[in-house]
């Protein structure tokens, strides 16, 4: 499975933005997908994920209300809307695919090279 990020940039404190992911090599409705991000110094961390169904999903509290996961199986897409977003979100974002709905990273089998975020406040 090859994953390509997209959609990362520099916004300011409070402005939107929309992370895709765009998947090919296997059936992408197969596979469970999530969100991490890693902050410079920072340990990678979980943000959000979206069971192969679509039917489940799991974010981390410290995005829950703000982000929305969500796939369009049709297009091997899934995306990640980012509202509200502040500083603390500033980070390297990846998605990745498992083959099982789970939030810990090390389940997970296949990875995208990451898309850089930065909010300014």
């Known amino acids: 499975v090859q994953l390509v990020e997209s959609g990362g940039g520099l916004v300011q404190a409070g402005d939107s933005l929309r992370l895709s992911c765009a998947a090919s090599?296997?059936?992408?409705?197969?596979?469970?997908m999530g969100w991490f991000r890693q902050a410079p110094g920072k340990e990678r961390e979980f943000v959000a994920a979206?069971?192969?169904?679509?039917?489940?999903?799991s974010y981390a509290d410290s995005v829950k209300g703000r982000f929305i996961i969500s796939r369009d199986d049709a297009k091997s897409t899934l995306t990640l809307q980012m509202n509200t977003l502040g500083p603390e979100d500033t980070a390297v974002y990846y998605c990745?695919?498992?083959?099982?709905?789970?939030?810990?990273?090390?389940?997970?089998?296949?990875w995208g090279q990451g898309t850089q975020v930065t909010v300014s406040s």
């Open positions: 990745a695919a498992a083959a099982w709905f789970t939030t810990v990273d090390r389940q997970y089998d296949y």
């Open positions: 090599g296997r059936s992408f409705r197969l596979d469970a």
């Open positions: 979206i069971s192969e169904s679509g039917t489940k999903t």
